[in-house]
């Protein structure tokens, strides 16, 4: 499934709701300008986890939509939302009418409201890094980690429990996702060199991408080959950088360790 399929269930799920004119063409530019790949890798783990490709494109919608409501509220916060006029007032009412437009399709995709509260619950806890990073320069570890567990661990963890809930992964859903999710984090910090990895001492950092590793290493054993192919990147791309900073001895300990906590019985 294609992210142009998800963005045009969301547009579809926009148009028809009760807008103001105005109102769905931000919601429109706010869906055009924050794709990711996070949505399509959604809809194919559903699928090779047994459900229903109805069922799987309507929950990767809807986690789609509350993904671009995280993005246009962490582009207002970093005064980088220059696809919507006036910024800050328009930005707010668009990731808000995003996120409940998104609460509204995973409503619609069948799963249970309990479910939903909670995992509503858990993404607002992983977004309440948020207001630690925007009053933060320079990062230490443990401000670091909060960062990469609020938007990776926590986050992926929740989406992971929408999109396989009712399969037979449901129980370790939380599990890999934290997994997955801290992996992502990291890498994607660390190729767009934000201050959340750039600010740390160098051994700092190095502590930082051994620690992702070993959080990596969680996600093993599921038997679904897209999980295991995007692990594999991103512990390719962790290990690159920890080699940059400690060494090759270094990095071939800390791919034997990953290698032995991925084949470790689960």
């Known amino acids: 499934m294609s992210l142009a399929a998800i963005q045009a269930e969301a547009r579809d799920i926009a148009t028809q709701a ?87 399709a995973l409503l619609d995709a069948g799963l249970p409201p309990e479910l ?65 999710g801290i992996g992502v984090a990291v890498s994607s910090d660390i190729r767009s060199h934000d201050a959340r990895v750039m600010t740390l001492l160098p051994e700092e950092r190095a502590e930082l991408i051994a620690w992702a590793l070993a959080e990596t290493a969680q996600g093993s054993g599921t038997s679904l080959r897209t999980l295991d192919a995007l692990l594999g990147r991103i512990d390719t791309h962790l290990l690159g950088a920890f080699a940059l900073l400690t060494g090759p001895g270094d990095a071939e300990t800390a791919t034997a360790d990953s290698n032995g906590a991925r084949n470790a019985p689960t």
């Open 18 to 104: 009760l807008l103001e004119p105005s109102a769905v063409r931000d919601v429109l530019t706010a869906l055009a300008e924050n794709g990711t790949d996070t949505p399509p890798f959604l809809f194919t783990l559903g699928r090779e986890a047994g459900l229903d490709p109805r069922v799987a494109l309507a929950r990767a919608t809807g986690v789609h939509l509350n993904i671009v409501a995280l993005q246009v509220m962490d582009d207002v916060a970093d005064g980088d939302c220059d696809y919507l006029t006036p910024a800050a007032g328009a930005g707010t009412a668009t990731q808000y009418m995003l996120q409940n437009l998104g609460y509204a």
């Open 116 to 180: 939903l509260r909670t995992l509503a619950l858990e993404l607002a806890g992983g977004a309440s890094a948020q207001s630690l990073e925007v009053r933060t320069r320079v990062f230490d570890p443990a401000s670091a980690r909060v960062m990469t567990e609020g938007f990776g661990g926590r986050h992926y963890a929740a989406y992971f429990r929408l999109m396989l809930h009712g399969t037979r992964l449901e129980a370790r859903a939380a599990e890999l996702g934290r997994a997955l």
